[in-house]
């Protein structure tokens, strides 16, 4: 199995590098749920993947690129981290902890992928230029090819040769401090949560927020459940200030 998810996720990583159909390559590339459902497909244990893509996700969520420049690798901490998280029987907030680690291993290789990419532009204007549109069209390909063979080895090796290490590294570590990474993974979702209602900065969104918790918690409703109730309170939300708005600009009309 470690070969098989070591093969997917270079396939994974090295296509998130491609840029290759940019919308669809950047949902992949920031959504660790989708990585972990193919991921958890392929392993035979699709539910394990999903809930590492998940927790992944909510981990990574609020993650916003400045200048360009994202704080972790999003897509190394997602595919290699649920692949090794899925040979080694990890648990969740263990893999939580780790997909930070693996963000960060992600973000020293960046420099490298950008400095290789920074080629193909120039090649690029050349034959603006001249106008030739084959050759523009030979140099987007040839890119994503380079970025495809320069970067899906790295996530191959991680996996493959870094499996066998974690899973070292975690039968010789002392269940405390195991418990305590358990701990930590765990309060780490919420983290992300927090940090991305920050940066949305709706207080009366808030209240939504706090009754999805107790929907989950209190009433046994699914996440699923909870977050189709939260859409449809939003969604009163949005349409009770429409309402609102319209209303005072009838009146504004009628002071006219």
Known sequence: MA???AIASALLYGFCWTQLFYAFDCVLWYSALIQGFVLGLLAGDLATGMILGGGITLLTISMVASGGVEPSDIAFAGSATISIALINDMDTGTALTLAIAMGLIGEFFTPVCY????????????????????GMKRTSWLGALTMFVVSAPV??????????????????????????LNVAGGVLPAIGIAVTMKIINQPKLTPVFILGYFLVQLFGISVMGAAIVGFCVVAILLAADSIKAQTAVMADDDDE
Do not use: C, Q, R
């Open 3 to 5: 070969l098989k998810l």
């Open 115 to 134: 400095t290789i990419a920074n080629v193909f532009p120039h090649m690029m204007d050349k034959y603006a230029e001249k106008a030739d549109i084959k």
């Open 155 to 180: 996530a191959f090796l991680t996996v493959y040769l870094g499996s066998g290490l974690v899973d070292t590294i975690l039968n010789a570590t002392p269940a405390w401090i195991l418990t305590g």
